[in-house]
């Protein structure tokens, strides 16, 4: 058993952290992670009214008698929500945990901690994750660049944010982007993390509602097959390649990019098309350089197990034989 500051805050038995994933992460890969003793956060916007996201925690209380949480977004949208409408259905719900991500959830922290709520920020940067503690976040979520999805603006590293973030802050850590093992776990922890969190691994399980193309995918791209859109609007999200990424790096490489003209390629709609279809081809995938260390499917349960028992074995005896008098 590896029992850090994440199992306590959360009550979970693994340092183990399903992030957001927009049009993934819904009852059926959050509850999965519970189960398994991970801790996994549904997505707010995956359902475009309140209400929807009210009847998928229902659903996941069917599923799941162990503690999750919801992920809200704060990040430029094509369709913005009305997202005190959502916390309001978290706190009505009794949801103990929220993961904020992108912007700086100040402006909602007082409706969220007036109801108890424990705010896990997900940032990309030190300087950041200060901010978070200093307006009652009770830990960060730190995303370096091998992340999926919007790793920021600034390229650090997971290996150099996670120490810097522990010199700067008191809060527990959770690691988060380029980890999909026991190895990349027991990493995090040296850094000084409390956990990791994933999303690319996670989207190549089992339970994971996601077209089987998607998965297998993933299995089949290595961590080379990533790129970089979005750059020129100061929004970067890092998707795996394929030629509608390479179409939009070639509009935004014209110069003077507005939103409008890459919007058909981007839309998150056309995205949840190709996540439910499975056809690869048709829009964008969010996924970080972790792809290179995804090989299977695995049910959550036997990733976590496979996770926890690699990291054990490291610490055990790796670690053992390393060190000499
Ligand atoms: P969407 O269809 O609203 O937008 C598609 C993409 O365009 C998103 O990446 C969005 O950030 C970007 N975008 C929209 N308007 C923009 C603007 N004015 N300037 C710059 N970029 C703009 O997005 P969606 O797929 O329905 O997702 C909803 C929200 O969840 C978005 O804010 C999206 O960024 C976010 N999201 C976050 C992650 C993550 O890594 N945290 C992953 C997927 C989606």
Not at 96 to 121: C, W
Not at 267 to 272: A, E, F, Y
Request: some cysteine; glycine content about 10%.
């Amino acid at each position: 058993m590896i029992k850090t500051r994440i199992t306590k805050l959360f009550g979970i038995e693994r340092p183990i952290v399903q992030g957001g994933l927009m049009w993934v992460a819904k009852s059926e890969l959050t509850s999965a992670v519970a189960n398994a003793g991970g801790i996994g956060f549904m997505t707010a916007l995956t359902f475009p009214e309140p209400e929807g996201l009210r009847a998928e925690i229902h659903k996941c209380r069917q599923l799941t008698n162990n503690p999750f949480g919801i992920n809200l977004t704060f990040l430029p949208t094509l369709r913005p929500p009305d997202y005190p409408a959502y916390i309001n259905v978290c706190i009505q719900e009794g949801i103990r945990f929220v993961e904020t991500a992108g912007r700086n959830p100040e402006p909602y922290m007082d409706q969220l901690k007036s109801a108890g709520i424990k705010v896990i920020h997900k940032c990309t940067s030190v300087r950041h994750a200060v901010k978070a503690q200093k307006i009652g976040c009770d830990a960060v979520s730190i995303d370096g660049f091998e992340a999926a999805g919007h790793p920021g603006e600034d390229d650090v590293t997971t290996m150099i944010l996670v120490p810097l973030t522990r010199d700067a802050i008191d809060l527990p850590i959770i690691a988060s982007g380029g980890l999909g093992d026991g190895r990349g776990l027991v990493g995090a922890l040296g850094l000084g993390a409390d956990g990791i969190n994933m999303g690319t691994r996670f989207v190549a399980t089992q339970e994971a509602p996601v077209h089987a193309n998607v998965k297998q995918a993933l299995v089949d791209h290595n961590e080379r097959d990533t790129r970089l859109i979005m750059r020129t609007l100061r929004n970067t999200e890092r998707v795996m390649h394929n030629p509608v990424v390479d179409k939009v790096l070639e509009i935004e490489s014209r110069g003077n990019t507005q939103i409008e003209d890459i919007v058909p390629f981007v839309s998150g709609l056309v995205g949840k098309e190709m996540l439910e279809q499975g056809q690869m081809e048709k829009g964008i995938l969010a996924a970080g350089q972790t792809l290179g260390l995804v090989k299977d499917i695995p049910t959550c349960q036997e990733l976590l197990d496979r996770i926890m028992a690699e990291a054990e074995k490291i610490i055990r005896e790796k670690f053992s034989q390393v060190i000499t008098d």
